[in-house]
């Protein structure tokens, strides 16, 4: 009888636990240090910028298509913790993400909340150079094929690819020169190059833009650039 009871308050707690919407920052925080955790920032990529929890997604709920786009290549199986600035768009994002069948925690509070706790708060370095046109193109012109990827650590599509990409890049090593540009830094020469969205690759040919394309790209496609 004393096990029965004890499995039951067991499995109570569990589901008490596994199904909360919303959490403090500190349990927020111990929950997102396990392994895998998707963490994700739906402020925009100027308030990200100014300071985001570490290893977290960003995809601008404002910004509808590009919520829609980036959170596209989220993993289901794995619970998606969410926030924003005060805790309003993260609970109206989360709410979309779990009609779509997202398991989605908020963070109660956002950023505010944390850094009131004296949490960890990861930004960009302030003193960071945008690269100029001129040096992108002494770049891709010092290798007669060259694969640039626009891509971020903060897009979820981005890290999707990340494994494609450096697996093509590692069997062709002997080929091709791959240059990674941070898209959260170089927007005015995303804007010179028309880039639009991230990831967006583009292959070049003795200096000359020869292949382009924003979004997935499967193994097979990459291989079919260099045929």
């Avoid at 963490?39 to 990529?45: G, H, M, Q």
């Avoid at 891509?151 to 091709?176: H, Y």
Wanted: glycine content about 8%; some cysteine; overall charge neutral.
């Amino acid at each position: 009888m004393r096990n029965f009871i004890y499995i039951l308050l067991v499995t109570l707690f569990s589901c008490n636990s596994n199904g909360q919407e919303s959490l403090k920052a500190t349990d927020f925080k111990s929950a997102i240090e396990k392994d895998g955790a998707q963490i994700l920032d739906v402020r925009t990529a100027d308030e990200y910028k100014s300071g985001h929890i570490k290893y977290s997604l960003q995809a601008n709920w404002m910004n509808k298509v590009e919520f829609n786009d980036r959170t596209s290549s989220l993993d289901k199986s794995k619970t998606v913790y969410i926030y924003c600035l005060s805790g309003g768009r993260s609970s109206s994002a989360a709410a979309e993400l779990r009609m779509k069948g997202y398991q989605v925690v908020n963070l109660e509070g956002g950023m505010n909340a944390w850094k009131a706790n004296g949490l960890e708060v990861e930004g960009a370095n302030p003193n960071a150079k945008q690269t100029t046109l001129e040096a992108y193109n002494g770049q891709v012109n010092s290798n007669s094929i060259t694969l640039v990827d626009f891509g971020a650590e903060w897009c979820p599509p981005c890290r999707k690819m990340e494994p494609i990409l450096q697996s093509f890049v590692k069997d062709n090593k002997d080929k091709l020169a791959l240059i990674k540009m941070d898209g959260g830094l170089e927007t005015d020469l995303m804007k010179s190059l028309n880039v639009e969205a991230l990831p967006t690759f583009i292959l070049y040919k003795d200096g000359k833009e020869i292949k382009r394309k924003q979004g997935l790209i499967s193994r097979e496609e990459f291989d079919n650039w260099l045929k």
